[in-house]
């Protein structure tokens, strides 16, 4: 009996062979995904990257500086004595006469002019420092002309009654009129009766004004007013 020969598996095409790596491919790519392999490999890669970016080659070394130039004293510049100057020479006169000149005569010498006897000068006179001016002739102000009629101030009757007495000076601002313009205590006699009865009859007395080098002027005067009961 002959024997049938076995049937040959059917060829794969070429086409089929890249399909199938390429999803063999794709699948062990997903494994490794799910499984870590690649992250692991990213951070080994990532380290060595950066390690090579960080390290920098050495830097030449800098040449050492030049040293200063050294700075040049200067010379102290000593001077010579200067020589002393050269004599000059005298004109030593001739012993010999000349033949012209008489022998043993002196020609004699004309006489000197008088001396011009000083003159005195007269100082010229020094006047006088000015005077001061005179200070001005200054009249105060007056009450007691006759021809004024100013009544002294009636007596308080209570101030008789109490036994009050004493002296009262009154201020007056006197105008250049004549007229007391104000008048105020200067001094008390110690009762304000009396004070007020002072003000009261001085406020209306007519007076002669003061006066400056004979010009009437404003001025003040004290007026003493006594109260007794003598």
Known sequence: MSRTPAPTPPRLSRNAVIVGGVLVFHGAALWALQSGLVRQVVEIVVPVEMLAQT????????????????????????????????????????PTPTANAPTGVTTPQP????????????????????????????????????????PKPAYPRMSRSLGEQGTVQVLVYVGADGNAQKVEIKKSSGYDRLDQAALAAIAHWRFVPGKRDGVPEAAFVIVPMPFSLN
Do not use: G, H
Request: overall charge positive; cysteine-free; glycine content about 0%.
């Open 55 to 94: 390290v920098e080659p050495p830097r030449p070394k800098e040449p050492p500086p030049p040293p200063p130039a050294p700075v040049k004293q200067p010379v102290a510049k000593t001077r010579l004595p200067t020589p002393p100057p050269a004599p000059r020479p005298v004109a030593i006169a001739d």
């Open 111 to 150: 006489p000197a002019p008088p001396l011009a006897e000083p003159v005195a000068v007269a100082a010229a006179p020094v006047a006088p420092p000015a005077a001061p001016p005179a200070p001005p002739k200054i009249v105060p102000p007056s009450s007691d002309a006759n021809y004024l009629n100013n």
